[in-house]
């Protein structure tokens, strides 16, 4: 016996996508009041090649000109963002509308296959964009609006970290600790990063965790008070040192007070800022990942070295909720579009302490032809008095500073930019204590500031006190010259290699007697990199 065919196989009503969309175009209504009929079937041709054909067009009753695509299957349903991206391009070329004169409606019998993708195109055109979806109801034809969710675009990782210090040898325990109490909140990611072991010293390593979806906030919240965690135990209030991290901030408190292994002297230490972490880094390497908690199997993305990129947050700007105050490092190309723009906001902003330097780095990368791999460094030192007695202990301690490195298709360098802090060579206070008076209000004051995470304040007053002024260098590398520019009011002749070591040196017995007022503050090695100048001598 033959199987009966289905004549009308979309929505059991019409025997073809061309049916359903003539039946839309006669009822426009049942999509959105107000809408006109422009026509079927519009053809539209472009001098790119994007040709094609709308479904329907019509006209809103705000002036607006709607596109809509109809679609039956999920399959068809896949073709529709390729089309509209095509369509939408093309009218506005040949048709001379303007994008906040233009609408983009999808109208589809399937799904599965369109919501998300839907929901990204909808966040990335620069036209408004909806989803529809047909169903029949009793042998009618029904619309709905399709409800996209909103493209998560906030921060994946928590911005808070949590410094663990643990018995020499004793970090596989740890890890086991966690892994095990990681098993009661198991909707929670975390990652384990171990810093290079020290013969003699103990263990460190980071804790951090990525946002805990909103649909488990209430399970993750439930299963802290199963384990019998107390919102005021154990939760330091500089925890939540990051307005909207609260929850993530409880379970790192949480994890960490579950490690046996785990002692800090004072609970401050256990903050994991930007800024400590890559002081770490200088001397102890990170040595190996351990994933805690639900990670899924096929992470190919979260190696080592990109943990370190994140943790460390050197590449971002000011406004992220995670930002390293001291150092930029990053690497980009007009190339990559969208991500290229934000580099080059987050260092102007970087270096935008000195307007100066700002307005020159953005003049530099004005210019910019093509698209060069540039390399950007930036170096924020923003306590001088700090940052002499840092230098009596290691050389390599610079002042703030800043390149710009432009290469070639090759690798090789082309162009830079260059800047930095020149002393006059005769300018030095004979009161210290008086110096760190007038720049920070009073000694206690000026020892709070270095320690801070916080203080946003800037102290560049004592670098002209000292006689320090700011410098830049352009340099062509291809015709091997270069420019010396100077910012007004500042002296117009500047010797760049007369930096911070050369002041110390000429006045050690002045710079001994600020460090006095840092006693017992650790030096560390310094950060930073050769001074500058060493790019321009070759030395």
């Known amino acids: 016996m033959g199987v009966k065919v289905n004549q009308t196989p979309v929505l059991g009503l019409f025997r073809n996508e061309d049916k359903l969309r003539d039946y839309l175009a006669a009822n426009l209504g049942l999509i959105e009041p107000g809408l006109a009929l422009v026509a079927t079937n519009y053809s539209i041709k472009s001098m790119q090649g994007a040709n094609g054909a709308l479904d329907i067009l019509a006209k809103d009753r705000y002036g607006c000109f709607v596109i809509i695509e109809v679609k039956r299957s999920d399959q068809a349903a896949r073709q529709a963002l390729h089309e509209l991206s095509k369509y939408i391009s093309a009218f506005l070329t040949t ?3 303007d994008e906040q004169k233009l609408r983009c409606f999808v109208v589809s019998t399937h799904w599965h296959e369109l919501d998300t993708p839907l929901a990204f195109f909808r966040a990335a055109a620069t036209v408004n964009v909806k989803g529809f979806e047909v169903s029949a109801e009793q042998g009618s034809v029904k619309v709905d609006e399709r409800v996209l969710l909103p493209v998560d675009s906030l921060p994946k990782l928590c911005p808070d970290t949590r410094l663990l210090q643990a018995k020499e040898g004793a970090m596989l325990s740890v890890v086991n600790d966690l892994r095990k109490a990681s098993k009661l909140i198991p909707a929670v990611r975390a990652a384990l990063l171990q810093f290079e072991p020290v013969i003699g010293e103990e263990d460190l390593a980071i804790l951090c965790m990525w946002r805990i979806g909103d649909e488990a906030i209430d399970g993750v919240s439930q299963a802290l008070r199963t384990a019998d965690l107390d919102e005021g135990d154990d939760v330091e209030p500089p925890s939540h040192r990051y307005e909207g991290w609260k929850e993530e901030a409880s379970v790192l408190d949480w ?3 579950q490690c046996k292994e785990v002692e800090f002297a004072f609970a401050t230490m256990r903050m994991g800022t930007p800024e400590k972490i890559s002081a770490i880094l200088e001397t102890r390497p990170l040595k190996e990942l351990f994933s805690i908690g639900a990670w899924p199997k096929n992470d190919l993305v979260h190696d080592l070295a990109e943990m370190q990129r994140c943790v460390v947050a ?3 700007g000011p406004s992220a909720p995670r ?8 690497k980009s190309s007009p190339k990559v579009g969208p991500s290229w723009d934000y580099t080059i906001r987050a260092f102007a902003a970087f270096v935008g302490f000195e307007s100066f330097w700002r307005s020159e780095v953005e003049r530099f990368l004005g210019q910019l032809d ?29 002042l703030s500073q800043f390149s ?20 006059d060579g005769k300018t030095c206070p004979t009161d210290e204590i008086a110096q760190l008076k007038s720049t920070y209000g009073s000694i206690d004051k000026s020892r709070m500031a270095v320690l801070s995470s916080k203080d946003a304040r800037r102290y560049e007053s004592a670098y002209r006190a000292h006689g320090f002024n700011p410098w830049v260098i352009e ?9 010396l520019i100077t910012s007004h009011p500042g002296p117009r002749h500047i010797d760049v290699e007369c930096g911070i070591e050369v002041f110390v040196e000429k006045n050690r017995a002045y710079c001994q007697r600020v460090s006095k007022a840092y006693a017992g503050f650790p030096t560390g090695p310094g950060g930073g990199r050769a001074p ?5 001598t070759g030395e």
Do not use: C, M
């Open 532 to 536: 500058l100048f060493v790019e321009l």
């Open 475 to 483: 340099l062509d590398k291809v015709k091997n010259t270069g420019e």
């Open 323 to 330: 930002t390293n105050r001291y150092f930029f490092n990053a």
């Open 95 to 97: 048709q001379h509308v």
């Open 255 to 257: 994890l960490t007070s």
């Open 404 to 423: 710009i490195d432009v290469s070639d298709a090759n690798g090789k360098s082309i162009r830079k930019l260059l800047g930095g802090w020149a002393w």
């Open 314 to 316: 050197q590449d971002l």
């Open 370 to 398: 093509g698209t060069p791999d540039v390399t950007f460094f930036g170096q924020d030192v923003r306590h001088f008095q700090f940052r002499i007695h840092q230098h009596l202990d290691h050389s390599a301690a610079q």
